[in-house]
Nanobody, 124 residues
Framework: QVQLVESGGGLVQAGGSLRLSCAAS????????MGWYRQAPGKQRELVAR??????????NYADSVKGRFTVSRDNANNTVYLQMNSLKPEDTAVYYC???????????????WGQGTQVTVSS
């Protein structure tokens, strides 16, 4: 069993910053990709940022709407992914979900796990 536990959401004024954290725990053999999605009321869940392990190099990709403002990073030793959000805008308001592709044993199969979500509200 694997759990993803998020923290760091809250209420912030436009132009402010927040840092989200997501720690994975449980039966983890290895973690390939970790990332963040968000879902605003009445909208579909969308990818915000993802970081993928490529040996000694991590690869990142971002939604166009957050490029230059958000930074995703990971601490492999602690199975934790972070999302630093700067210059926040009211349109960033959403529930943010951590997502990870995890191998729970020495097989190629990866399972997809989701966190419970954390609310980010940006006031104008």
């Amino acid at each position: 069993q694997v759990q993803l536990v998020e923290s760091g959401g809250g209420l912030v004024q436009a132009g402010g910053s927040l840092r989200l954290s997501c720690a994975a725990s449980g039966s983890i053999f290895s973690i390939n990709a970790m990332g963040w999605y968000r879902q605003a009321p009445g909208k579909q869940r969308e990818l915000v940022a993802r970081i993928t392990s490529g040996g000694s190099t991590n690869y990142t990709n971002y939604a166009d709407s957050v490029k230059g403002r958000f930074t995703v990073s990971r601490d492999n030793a602690n199975n934790t992914v972070y999302l630093q959000m700067n210059s926040l805008k009211p349109e960033d308001t959403a529930v943010y979900y951590c997502n990870s592709r995890i191998r729970t044993g020495p097989t190629p199969y990866e399972y997809i796990y989701w966190g419970q979500g954390t609310q980010v509200t940006v006031s104008s």
